[in-house]
């Protein structure tokens, strides 16, 4: 998988009631489904198809790492937008993800993100090295 053709993707969220809590206030559990959301349209956009991915019988992607900081709080029907970046090139398919959101009506960023992906063999699930991370 050779992902490096576009520098960043974003995605448009409207906040739902079910992402809230009692106070309409967006539950912070949602912002790593909205991360997920802008990794798999980066991933898209670079024509990868990541519905594509059950019909691979060799290798498997998944999330080693991802750390989030929660800066400002948005609610029900806030308009957000989800923006993801590669922050290096694919290292022995590990793949390191830059996102953040932002609050579209403030333009203030609301979150952070730092995750790592990665290749796994399906027949032992250890981190394998693709034949384009060789170049």
Request: aromatic residues 12%.
């Amino acid at each position: 998988m050779k992902i490096q053709k576009m520098k960043h993707s974003t995605i448009d969220i409207r906040i739902r009631l079910a992402e809230t809590d009692p106070y309409g206030i967006a539950h912070h559990s949602n912002y790593f489904t909205w991360f997920e959301e802008g990794r798999f349209d980066y991933f898209e956009k670079n024509t990868y198809e990541v519905s594509d991915m059950k019909n691979n019988s060799d290798v498997v992607y998944c999330n080693l790492s991802i750390k989030c900081k929660f800066l400002k709080s948005v609610g029900f029907k806030d308009e957000i937008q989800v923006k993801t970046y590669m922050s290096q090139p694919s290292i022995y398919a590990r793949y390191l993800f830059q996102q953040e959101i932002i609050n579209k009506k403030t333009g203030e960023k609301v979150a952070e993100c730092n995750s790592t992906m990665a290749g796994l063999s399906r027949k032992n699930w250890e981190i394998i090295t693709l034949p384009e991370d060789e170049n």
